[in-house]
């Protein structure tokens, strides 16, 4: 069974920085486009960062462009989020995701991804 654990959450002040880390089992994880996503409370869940499974192409949302940067280490099976100068919006759980099948193109919809992580809390005070 595929098996994604997230860490790194925590609170941070607005203009601070955390690096969450997505670790995989149970999945060929060099072959697999990986994405993070995020919900606060009362919304929706959002998009924020996929890494295709070559590593070559990445998207952001809108959002955290500049910001946010997702990378992977294909030989540690760990899918990462370095979130630089966080702002009070940002807060939410973090979760990271794998794509249903091996080979996805990114993609920036939930319903690409067939595994999910537990998720890790971020907080950011202003």
């Known amino acids: 069974q595929v098996q994604l654990v997230e860490s790194g959450g925590g609170v941070v002040q607005a203009g601070g920085f955390l690096r969450l880390s997505c670790a995989a089992s149970?999945?060929?994880?060099?072959?697999?486009?990986m994405a993070w996503f995020r919900q606060a409370p009362g919304k929706e869940r959002e998009f924020v960062a996929v890494?295709?499974?070559?590593?070559?192409?990445?998207v952001y949302a809108d959002s955290v462009k500049g910001r946010f940067s997702i990378s992977r280490d294909n030989a540690k099976n760990t899918l990462y989020l370095q979130m630089n100068n966080l702002k009070p919006e940002d807060a939410a759980v973090y979760s990271c995701?794998?794509?249903?099948?091996?080979?996805?193109?990114?993609?920036?919809?939930?319903?690409?991804?067939?595994?999910w992580g537990q998720g890790t809390q971020v907080t950011v005070s202003s």
């Open positions: 995701a794998a794509a249903s099948r091996e080979w996805m193109p990114p993609s920036r919809h939930p319903s690409d991804f067939g595994s």
């Open positions: 149970g999945l060929p994880f060099s072959r697999y486009t």
């Open positions: 890494i295709w499974w070559s590593g070559g192409t990445t």
